[in-house]
Structure formats: structure tokens, C-alpha cells
């Protein structure tokens, strides 16, 4: 049987498709605006790494770590060198990677402790990740992410200057000439000095030595692109990233719950990225954190995954929260609930009563199918590590 549609109906069916596609895209659990980012630089970085569990070593849970350098720039007005200079690659340093954690809103204070990027805060005019002794420096670099498994950065990059550099080994150490291996996969150049499995080895003899020996005199896995990095502890690690990246085998992109994260921060603006998949383990330092809440506001249900970064808009400086959860209701819920926590809420530091709301002095809290979309902006509280809140408070807390 044909179906026939009147013409002067054709209005009211096309009325009736535009109000029905939203209820569809709400239905499927995610927002349309974030299932529409097809791709943005938190989503690129997560295709770098493989899709392995995250927790570290320690036991704990593990996290994801990003940080675009490209938005900071823009968001600050940071201008990249115009050379190679020390003077100006420490100036750019500076101004990119503030090392005072207090709640200084002209500054990101962001922290990054993976050596290969160059952005490590204790050791910015003395790092040995200079365009002259592995080919690139960070005024090449745009973004970068870290997991306990390795370092992807995203950026500018020479592999045949640093071909040549590693081919001369000026200034190398005997040990590092000696241990140094090439291997080609997936016509990338793979640089190793073996395998380093122990992350408590130590090295003092070649601390700080070239070509990228760390604080402690450690070497890892190094292989450069055109456009990318990828660091780590051994050469199966470094090809699993490369696999991951080239679509061979799954990423972290590939995990909807990252993913969903990943669109959520970019979608509030975030420059800066810390994603996990839950906030409750065994140790004395989380102990310490269930204990200085006060109880005196819910606490949250169990998510997904949550993401946390910082931004900067018109309103000031803020930290991006994102929840995710299994269905819309839930995200609903826990917006009431998080939003109850700002508002109600205090917690213990030391022998001080911190209210939220001293913490956070104006908030934005929505839910998006299912996530929750916050922006919580910093007033003149406590000095803390401000992307790391929700892994040094209770400000995540759940049941």
C-alpha cells in the first residue's frame, strides 16, 4: 500500500521530523552537541594511546593527562619563540607552565612531570629537551598526553633532525652510545638505550645527560613523526601507541566513557585535561580525603568516569568538571546533587573549615543526556593544584 501525503501536509511532516529527531538524540544517552565534535585535540591525543586499564603502579587509580598548549597560547595571549634561543624558549616556558600553584588567575599553573615534553617544572632551564640534542624543543610541541604506560605529543616535528643528531651522538655518554638500538616500524624510526621496566631505577652518573637522559638519569623509548611523539619505558610500548594511533588496534578514544569526557571538557572550554574512571580506591591517602568531608552535603553517585580541567573565559578562571553517567536521569540527579555540594558543603584542611563557596565563588551546572557539564569558578580559597581538585578533595566524592 503507497502512502500518500497530502501537499498542503508537507509542513506538518517535516514539523513533526524536526521535534522528533532531538527526542531520538536525547534518547541514544549523550547530548547532541557533544556526539557532533567529530574531532577536536583531546579527542586526537586519546587516539594516541592504546586502550589499556589505568591503573599506575601504585595501585591507585590511574589517569589520563592532557594538556593543549595551543589553546593556552590563545587563551593567554602567549606568543611561541621566534628561535631557538634559551633565553626565549625559558621566557615562552615561563609563561606557559607557571610552577606557583596558588590561585593566580593570570597564569594556568598547570603541572606536567613527563620528562619528554620538556614542560617539567623543576628543571625548565636545565631540561636537555632542546631542538639540539633530540630535534625538537617545546616551541614545537601543541599538546601532549600522559598515562602510567607513556607520553603522545602532538605538534611540529623534524624526524630526520633528530635521525641526525642521534646518528652524531655529540656528547654521549659510552653507556649511551653502547646501548643505543634503531628499529623501524611502520616506517618510524624507533630510538632505544633498552628497556626500563623499573621505574625506581636510578642513574646520578648520567643525570640530566644527553640526549634525554631525565633527573635520575633515565633514557626511554623515543620515536619522532612529523607531527607526533611517542615516549616510554619499552620499544612494545612505543609500538602499541603507534598501532593505537594508526587505527590498528583500539585507543583510548575508543572507550565511549574517555571519549564522552574528552568532548565534555573540550565543550566547556577546557584547556587542560584529567580524566579517570572512578575516585574510590584503598589507600591512606584517599582515607584521608573520605575523612575531611563534613558531611554536611550529599555525596555524589557513582559515575562512569569524570574529567576535570582549567579554562579561562570573560568571568575568570574555572575548573571544567565533567561526570558521566549511564543514562540521563542519573545525570540529572547528580546536577541537583553537585550543585548542592558547592552550595552546602564544606571539608576539613588541616584544622580549617573550607566551604565550597568560599572555594568557588559562582558556578554553572547543567546536565547534557548523560553527563553533567560544570563550570566551577575559583575565588580566593586555599592554594591547591587546581586540575588535580578532584583527586585532593572530596569535591567528587561518591557513594
Known sequence: MKLHIPRYHWWLWIACVLMILPMMASCSGTTTQLNNQTSNTFLELLKM????????SLGSPGYILMHDYAKIRDVYGI?????????????YLQAILNADVSLDTQSPGLFNFVWASGFFVQYLETSNIRSQNVGYGPNNIDASIDISSGLGLIGTFNPQATKNIFNKQDGWSNETKDNYTTENYQDITINSWGDRTNSGEIHLRDRLGLPAHDFLGRIYTLAVTQKNVFYSNSVANVKTMIDAKWGKSASLADVP????????????GAYSALIS?????????????????????????????????????????????????????????????????????????????????????NSQINAEGNVVLAKLYFGAGPAVNRINTPFTTPLLLHE
Open 277 to 361: 574512571n572512578d575516585m574510590k580506591r584503598d589507600s591512606f591517602e584517599f582515607d584521608s580525603i573520605k575523612k575531611s568531608d563534613t558531611g554536611l552535603a550529599p555525596l555524589l553517585k557513582p559515575y562512569q568516569a569524570f574529567g576535570s580541567g582549567e579554562g579561562k573565559d570573560d568571568k575568570g578562571l574555572y575548573l571544567a568538571v565533567v561526570l558521566v553517567y549511564n543514562d540521563q536521569k542519573s545525570a540529572a540527579d547528580n546536577a541537583g546533587i553537585l550543585k548542592a555540594r558547592i552550595d552546602k558543603g564544606t571539608y576539613a584542611l588541616g584544622n580549617t573549615i573550607i566551604a565550597w563557596k568560599q572555594f568557588f565563588i
Open 79 to 91: 606568543s611561541l619563540p621566534s628561535s631557538s634561543d634559551e633565553k626565549e624558549i625559558n621566557k
Open 49 to 56: 594511546q592504546p586502550d589499556v586499564p589505568l591503573a599506575n
Open 257 to 268: 566513557k574517555y571519549a564522552t569526557a574528552a568532548r565534555g571538557l573540550t565543550e566547556l
